[in-house]
């Protein structure tokens, strides 16, 4: 009984720490989740990350969708000529589009834009590249 008692206060005392979760620094948040997103992930290919991250929005042949929101197709979007783009979208987010490049590694940030870019009839040149995008978060 006792035991139980103290792992409630426990859960009680890291569930107020949580509200105050948005205090800490951005940075440290970001780090923490990317590590948190990679071991959930485990090691992924940028072709792997598209499929179970980001086909639930865009759709599996990257073509988007429309319906209860707007997705945009990535599958013939200009907007992913200059690989900047799509890799801040990824990191900041956009809108609809949470950033959910704070739990993704900046490597494998870097994989899934360089796949979009590269698959679904994109042709575009150039690759983005981690540092790339570390310097983004
Ligand atoms: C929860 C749904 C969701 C997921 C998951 C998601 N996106 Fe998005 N994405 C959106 C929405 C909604 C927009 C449109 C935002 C706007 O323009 O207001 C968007 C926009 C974008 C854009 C900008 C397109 C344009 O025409 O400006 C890119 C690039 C993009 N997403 C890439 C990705 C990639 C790569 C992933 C996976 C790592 C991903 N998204 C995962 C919902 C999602």
């Known amino acids: 009984m006792k035991k139980l008692i103290l792992t409630m206060a426990l859960m009680a005392a890291a569930s107020s720490a949580h509200a105050q979760a948005p205090a800490r620094p951005a940075a440290a948040a970001s780090a923490g989740d990317a590590a948190f997103g990679a071991r959930m992930l485990g090691p992924a290919t940028g072709e792997q990350i ?3 991250v980001c086909a639930a929005c865009h759709m599996p042949d990257a073509k988007g969708a429309e319906g209860a929101g707007r997705y945009p197709a990535l599958a013939g979007n200009q ?9 801040m979208v990824v990191v900041k987010g956009l809108n609809g589009m949470p950033a959910i490049g704070a739990m993704l590694t900046d490597q494998q940030v870097a994989d899934v834009v360089n796949y979009v870019r590269s698959h679904f009839g994109n042709r575009f040149k150039g690759a983005v590249t981690a540092e790339d995008v570390k310097a983004m978060r």
Do not use: C, D, E
Not at 79 to 87: D, E, F, H, N
């Open 50 to 52: 598209f499929t179970r």
């Open 79 to 87: 907007k992913l000529a200059i690989g900047a783009y799509p890799a």
